[in-house]
């Protein structure tokens, strides 16, 4: 058959290799081809031009919009991963030091969260956030305001409360990942030469486990930095981020060739912060 | 992991505590308020009711948006798996510099931004004349989900021992026996696994609906489109329908992969 010692299956793997190798590259590798050539097409007047140029990257370092936005972007998503990764530690610690059946149910409690609908956790998100949510209504119950607050709905607070709270899952795992990683040993050293607690989680638990923090960090980046629907949700006119420009590429302004551009651009980006991360982790 | 102090522990209690209501909480508003009248954009909550339900049960857009997201979600779910042990037979053959690109390859659409590859797969489709329909949608999430059916078959089959297979073969079974009697029986609790976990990232997926559908919506899509719009309660019902199927996916999902996992931790 297909598995190797049958020598009589010449035909069969053949034919296996023919479609193990073809369909990926026929449904990934052309797609993203044809997505990078797009990028040098460009548009007028609504009409496309296939011809190659540079002029959707030149427009997108002269125009005076996209690079600000791309920035502020850049910097919530930092902002983001900053939060989540505070968030995240304590819980990772926590489910360190726990073990059996505990440490199983409370990673399956974070794991969960992944597997829902990311429309509906945006929208519950919403449903609490806005000016007639829940948030508000219970401070203005417990008394603490007497208008509600709108600071949350509709500006870019929104969307870096919403990501935090979407992305706070992939912060965890990879911290835990590494701090289950510290070896017992190096711990009970530094027990046994005296350090109180504290101690060993300042000199050897926390500077073990940063390689985890950058990659959870970058992790949480770059997840962010590549949604346009939570922005697009609860962003509102003000809430402008990247994502949501490269979407209205292939929406309401109808320019892919730019839009293919942008989302290079992004993809670039992106591919600065890994490598950043792995440089990092790699160095502890 | 050192001892923790009383402290210590209650403090990280405590702050866990507060994560999982950052990630729960948010989830129990809209199915508390589904069973609730709503009036004026307002949740009436003194006056509880099923009338949410019965609104969804005569919204015909979401009944076909429903059975949609079945049809996409079985389909990616079987093409997944069938690719995953057909992939990972053949990378299982031999040793290449062209397999470890394929299995790169594969793992990409995943690794990568949901908002490219949708991006990506919208203007391959334009440019070879496909028209936007649930096919493209299907393309898409298989493209989305292989890597993970992929995955976890392939280290089943990795696992699987050569001699299982060499004893087959000497005991005078054919290719297919082989392949029927042997090796299939043992990715069982893979496939099932990798399939229940497909169907439901599959089931959620949204980024790259969003972009590779035609007119045809599947549920995500469709509730997307309701949220635009604004609130209304037949959504709070729908969200709070999900959240129950997803949950139960999951915990079918869990049932499925954990002796597995149990089985490689004494291994």
Same mark, same amino acid.
């Not at chain 1, 000016?131 to 219970?138: I, V």
């Given at each position: 058959m297909l598995l190797v010692g049958d020598q009589q299956a010449r035909g069969w793997r053949f034919a296996l290799s023919t479609l193990a190798n073809g369909l990926p590259f026929v449904f990934i590798i052309a797609p993203l081809l044809s997505f990078v050539v797009y990028s040098f097409f460009w548009v007028e007047g609504g009409?496309?031009? &296939? @011809?190659?140029? /540079?002029? +959707? =990257?030149?427009?997108?370092?002269? @125009?005076a919009i996209f690079v600000p936005v791309l920035w502020q972007t850049c910097l919530l998503c930092l902002m983001v991963a900053v939060f989540?990764?505070?968030? !995240? =530690?304590?819980?990772?610690?926590? /489910?360190?030091? /726990?073990?059996? $059946?505990?440490? =199983?149910?409370? #990673?399956? /409690?974070?794991?969960?969260?992944?597997?829902?609908?990311? *429309? *509906?956790?945006? =929208?519950?998100?919403?449903?609490i956030l806005g !000016?007639?949510? &829940? #948030? +508000? $209504?219970?401070l203005l119950w417990a008394q603490l305001i007497d208008q509600p607050l709108t600071i949350f709905v509709f500006n870019l607070n929104a969307v870096l409360l919403t990501l935090t709270m979407l992305l706070i899952p992939f912060a965890i795992l990879p911290i835990f990942l590494s701090l289950e990683r510290i070896p017992k040993s190096l711990i009970e050293a530094s027990i046994d030469l005296g350090a109180s607690n504290w101690q060993t989680f300042c000199r050897v638990i926390l500077p073990l486990s940063l390689p985890g923090v950058v990659t959870a960090a970058s992790f949480v980046f770059v997840l962010a930095i590549g949604d346009f629907l939570t922005p697009q949700m609860v962003g509102g006119p003000s809430g402008f981020t990247f994502g949501r420009i490269i979407y209205s590429q292939f929406g309401s302004a109808f320019n892919w060739p730019f839009g293919a551009a942008l989302s290079v651009i992004l993809a670039l980006v992106m591919i600065v912060v890994i490598a950043l991360g792995n440089r990092f982790e790699r160095r502890t | 992991m050192m001892k923790l102090s009383r402290f210590a522990y209650l403090a990280l209690s405590a702050l866990t505590a507060i994560v999982f209501i950052l990630l729960y909480g948010p989830l129990l508003v809209p199915i508390a308020s589904s069973f609730f009248e709503v009036a004026h954009g307002n949740v009436q909550w003194d006056m509880p009711s099923l009338s949410a339900y019965a609104a969804l049960v005569h919204n015909e857009g979401i009944i076909t948006a429903f059975l949609n997201t079945l049809i996409v979600g079985f389909c990616a779910t079987f093409l997944s798996v069938v690719l995953g042990i057909l992939f990972a037979i053949h990378y299982r053959n031999g040793t290449s510099p062209g397999r470890e690109l394929m299995q790169f390859v594969i793992f990409l659409p995943f690794l990568m931004p949901p908002i490219m590859i949708g991006l990506a797969l919208l203007i391959f489709f334009r440019e070879t004349d496909i028209s936007r329909s649930l096919l493209t949608v299907i393309i898409g999430h298989t493209v989305f989900v292989l890597a993970l059916a992929y995955r976890t078959i392939v280290v089943r089959l990795k696992s699987l021992s050569a001699s299982f297979i060499e004893a087959s073969y000497d005991l005078g079974a054919s290719s297919w026996q082989t392949f029927f009697y042997v090796v299939l029986p043992s990715l069982k609790s893979a496939l099932s696994g990798s399939a229940v976990l497909c169907f439901a990232l599959s089931f959620d997926e949204t980024m790259i609906t969003i972009l590779v559908t035609g007119t045809d919506n599947t549920l995500p899509i469709r509730l997307w489109a309701m949220m635009r719009l604004g609130f209304t309660p037949d959504i709070n019902a729908l969200v709070a329908l999900i959240l129950a199927l997803t949950t139960a996916m999951c915990i079918l999902a869990v049932r499925y992969l954990l002796p597995t996992e149990s089985a490689d931790n004494a291994a």
């Open positions: 009409q496309m031009h &296939f @011809d190659l140029t /540079l002029r +959707n =990257y030149t427009r997108f370092f002269t @125009d989540a990764v505070l968030l !995240g =530690y304590p819980v990772a610690f926590l /489910l360190a030091t /726990l073990s059996g $059946r505990r440490k =199983y149910m409370l #990673l399956m /409690l974070v794991l969960v969260p992944l597997l829902m609908s990311y *429309i *509906i956790k945006i =929208y519950a998100i919403r449903s !000016g007639n949510g &829940f #948030l +508000n $209504r219970f | -």
